[in-house]
C-alpha cells in the first residue's frame, strides 16, 4: 500500500490550504489516494507531496509523517520541531496542541517555551501541566519559577 497522509497534516506541512491541495488534485500536481484513512480522511499521495514539503535542511522520513498523521503523540512532537526550525510555528504549536491533548509532558513543555513572551500566564499553565504529567524539564522550569520547596515538586534527573 502505497504510504499517503491526509489533507489535514499536508496542509500544515506546507503552509498551502487544503482548498489550495484541492485544486492541485484537480490538475494533476498531486495524488490522492482510494479511500480514506481510519478517521474518514481523504488520503494525499505522499510521494507526490514531497516536492511542496522540502521546508528546511533537515530531511523528515515517511514513518514518522505517517504516525504523527495517525496521532502518535511522540511523532507529532518531533513533527512540530521540525516545522518550529521551518519557520512554522502557527503549525508547529497545533501538532503540539494535539500531542499535548493526548497527555504529552515534552509537547505541553514545548507549548509553555511557545507562549512564554505572548501569555506569560499561558504559558505558565502549559508548564504546570508538564509538570504534573512528570516531563522532568517542565519540572525544573517550574521550580526555577516558584520559591523553594512551595510546590513538592523535585525535578527528575
Not at 480522511?41 to 505517517?66: G, I, K, N
Amino acid at each position: 500500500m502505497e504510504a499517503g497522509i491526509s489533507l489535514e497534516l499536508a496542509e500544515l506541512l506546507s503552509g498551502h490550504s487544503q482548498r489550495t491541495w484541492w485544486r492541485r488534485l484537480a490538475r494533476g500536481q498531486a495524488r490522492r489516494l482510494p479511500g480514506t484513512d481510519a478517521r474518514g480522511r481523504t488520503r494525499l499521495s505522499l510521494q507526490s507531496l514531497w516536492p511542496w514539503l522540502a521546508l528546511s535542511d533537515e530531511p523528515l522520513e515517511a514513518a514518522l509523517l505517517l504516525a504523527a498523521d495517525q496521532g502518535q503523540a511522540q511523532a507529532q512532537v518531533e513533527v512540530g520541531q521540525w516545522l518550529l526550525l521551518a519557520g512554522r510555528t502557527p503549525a508547529a504549536r497545533a501538532l503540539w496542541e494535539a500531542a499535548a491533548a493526548q497527555g504529552h509532558g515534552a509537547a505541553m513543555q514545548l507549548l509553555a517555551m511557545h507562549y512564554a513572551r505572548l501569555q506569560p500566564c499561558r504559558a505558565v499553565m502549559w508548564l504546570a501541566r508538564a509538570a504534573e504529567a512528570g516531563d522532568p524539564i517542565g519540572q525544573a522550569q517550574l521550580c526555577a519559577l516558584l520559591p523553594k520547596g512551595s510546590i513538592g515538586i523535585t525535578p527528575q534527573n
